[in-house]
């Protein structure tokens, strides 16, 4: 079974065949229906079913020319609803079965993030129709976790606030200009690396990591589209599985000026979270291109 599950009240399931009844009826009573062409004789569907605001399992595979549907592969899924970067996407399909990752470098976070497209049959429709590369697309991200940790915030004063903009916008402006080539943003980003690698190390020694470092974002483990993240609350309500009654905690995280939306169990955070406070997890990464004309 999936391990990101437990993540959107899931963490109950006892046997296959518990998940086989559940992913059944969401063929069968899906509310999110998506099709397009799999080849000349094959029909790519995708259906999915709500459990909690916006937080559900999507059902794969395909329908042939009798019109009978192969079950594939299935996900769990929590869609955002705000805009996370503006940079450009390029989409690859995983090699074992009909899914695709995407891969954005936003400065931001100074790497290249990957994660688990979700509207995948979107693609495919602008993929055949020959659209490919599109300009002007937009990526909402939003996140599953199964274990985290809620941290105090760092004391900051207004004056702190006005520094680490300026500071960020600055580094954006020497990245974006180190990528096109640009000899001296490359040196300034390297000298001010090697400055904050010695001032934490000469504080490290008498300062907890935590109060020097407010976020980062890192991947995690071998795949691909898995981080560790330490990232500031800006928003937070808790859900009920309508199904199974467990209870969600959906965030907006701030991670590096990244913003994104986050869901996990209840029962797998650690603390009490509130907007301010800091949430320090591994998470497992999902994303929506959002293309200037969905109707393709």
């Given at each position: 079974m999936h391990k990101y599950l437990r993540a959107i009240g899931f963490s109950k399931i006892k046997d296959r065949k518990e998940l086989q009844k559940i992913l059944t009826d969401i063929v069968v009573n899906g509310t999110d229906r998506a099709y397009t062409s799999n080849g000349e004789k094959t029909l790519l569907a995708v259906f999915g079913m709500d459990f909690a605001e916006r937080m559900g399992i999507a059902v794969c595979g395909e329908f042939d020319e009798d019109d009978r549907f192969t079950f594939d592969y299935y996900f769990p899924y929590f869609k955002g609803n705000m805009i996370s970067s503006e940079e450009d996407v390029t989409v690859e399909r995983h090699a074992a079965q009909e899914s695709y990752a995407g891969v954005c470098d936003d400065v931001k976070i100074g790497v290249s993030l990957i994660f688990y497209l979700q509207n995948m049959v979107t693609y495919i429709k602008v993929q055949n129709a020959g659209m490919l590369p599109v300009q002007g697309t937009t990526l909402t991200?939003?996140?599953?976790?199964?274990?985290?940790?809620?941290?105090?915030?760092?004391?900051?004063?207004?004056?702190?606030?006005?520094?680490?903009?300026?500071?960020?916008?600055?580094?954006?402006?020497?990245?974006?200009?180190?990528?096109?080539?640009?000899?001296?943003?490359?040196?300034?980003?390297?000298?001010?690396?090697?400055?904050?690698?010695?001032?934490?190390?000469?504080?490290?020694?008498?300062?907890?990591?935590?109060?020097?470092?407010?976020?980062?974002?890192?991947?995690?483990?071998?795949?691909?589209?898995?981080?560790?993240?330490?990232?500031?609350i800006v928003d937070c309500n808790l859900v009920k599985n309508k199904l199974t009654g467990e209870e969600i905690y959906q965030m907006t995280l701030n991670c590096n000026d990244l913003i994104f939306e986050m869901c996990i169990n209840q029962e797998d955070l650690y603390g009490e979270p509130a907007v301010g406070r800091r949430f320090k997890g591994m998470i497992w990464m999902q994303g929506y291109i959002n293309f200037p004309n969905e109707n393709v």
């Amino acid at each position: 079974m999936h391990k990101y599950l437990r993540a959107i009240g899931f963490s109950k399931i006892k046997d296959r065949k518990e998940l086989q009844k559940i992913l059944t009826d969401i063929v069968v009573n899906g509310t999110d229906r998506a099709y397009t062409s799999n080849g000349e004789k094959t029909l790519l569907a995708v259906f999915g079913m709500d459990f909690a605001e916006r937080m559900g399992i999507a059902v794969c595979g395909e329908f042939d020319e009798d019109d009978r549907f192969t079950f594939d592969y299935y996900f769990p899924y929590f869609k955002g609803n705000m805009i996370s970067s503006e940079e450009d996407v390029t989409v690859e399909r995983h090699a074992a079965q009909e899914s695709y990752a995407g891969v954005c470098d936003d400065v931001k976070i100074g790497v290249s993030l990957i994660f688990y497209l979700q509207n995948m049959v979107t693609y495919i429709k602008v993929q055949n129709a020959g659209m490919l590369p599109v300009q002007g697309t937009t990526l909402t991200l939003s996140a599953l976790s199964t274990h985290g940790v809620i941290m105090m915030p760092l004391m900051k004063t207004e004056k702190d606030l006005i520094k680490n903009r300026n500071t960020s916008i600055n580094r954006s402006q020497l990245i974006n200009a180190a990528r096109k080539g640009d000899e001296e943003a490359i040196e300034s980003l390297t000298l001010e690396d090697m400055d904050t690698y010695t001032t934490i190390s000469r504080r490290i020694q008498q300062e907890d990591v935590f109060s020097l470092v407010d976020t980062y974002f890192m991947p995690y483990g071998v795949e691909c589209d898995q981080y560790s993240i330490l990232a500031e609350i800006v928003d937070c309500n808790l859900v009920k599985n309508k199904l199974t009654g467990e209870e969600i905690y959906q965030m907006t995280l701030n991670c590096n000026d990244l913003i994104f939306e986050m869901c996990i169990n209840q029962e797998d955070l650690y603390g009490e979270p509130a907007v301010g406070r800091r949430f320090k997890g591994m998470i497992w990464m999902q994303g929506y291109i959002n293309f200037p004309n969905e109707n393709v």
